[in-house]
T-cell receptor
């Protein structure tokens, strides 16, 4: 079983839509959680950290459910520029050992 | 953007040859990492460094070695490249667990 699992998609949505991604992790001792964004043939960039209380950054909302061992990312009012692959990241062993999901691809269409 | 460069950006080599990839940072961050990214696997940690001459293994360290003789440079060496090491290699740096900044990547093809 992979440490971190994501639906690879692709998710194809129209501009203005709301879209949600989930990610499950296998190690209940995981401490830190993140969402990264990766554009095609580019490096990953941190989108947001995920806290136990949940957090929001503009149109993006991240939630953590420790009981069910998943994290989620909600994007409201999708923009064309949101088209990218979204990577779920967990640290199951120590904070330097980040485990990445394979990513969920999002395409936002006009 | 964080000051991270990787060299070379693209490399084609033959099976059995040694290959060294370089990561250089201008941010003076303590931690440096090497990842590989393959379809269906996401990024996987190869090795990381928590200071000059201080390194540790990651999830997929077999066949790779690293060295860090200066804060700004972290080298990844494939002693004898194999076709299974064809991948995109990313270096990352961080000063805290909150954020890792990634370099632009190196595309390596082993024939």
């Amino acid at each position: 079983r992979k440490e971190v699992e994501q639906d690879p998609g692709p998710f194809n949505v129209p501009e203005g839509a709301t879209v949600a991604f989930n990610c499950t992790y296998s190690n209940s001792a995981s401490q830190s959680f993140f969402w990264y964004r990766q554009d095609c043939r580019k490096e990953p960039k941190l989108l947001m950290s995920v806290y136990s209380s949940g957090n929001e950054d503009g149109r993006f909302t991240a939630q953590l459910n420790r009981a069910s061992q998943y994290i989620s990312l909600l994007i409201r009012d999708s923009k064309l520029s949101d088209s990218a692959t979204y990577l779920c990241v967990v640290t199951p062993y120590n904070n330097n050992d980040m485990r990445f999901g394979a990513g969920t691809r999002l395409t936002v269409k006009p | 953007d964080a000051g991270i460069t990787q060299s070379p950006r693209h490399k084609v080599t033959e099976t059995g040859t040694p290959v060294t990839l370089r990561c250089h940072q201008t941010e003076n961050h303590r931690y440096m990492y090497w990842y590989r990214q393959d379809p269906g696997h996401g990024l996987r940690l190869i090795h990381y460094s928590y200071g000059v001459k201080d390194t540790d293994k990651g999830e997929v360290s077999d066949g790779y070695s690293v060295s860090r003789s200066k804060t700004e440079d972290f080298l990844l060496t494939l002693e004898s490249a194999t076709s299974s090491q064809t991948s995109v290699y990313f270096c990352a740096i961080s000063e805290s667990v909150e954020t890792q900044y990634f370099g632009p990547g190196t595309r390596l093809l082993v024939l």
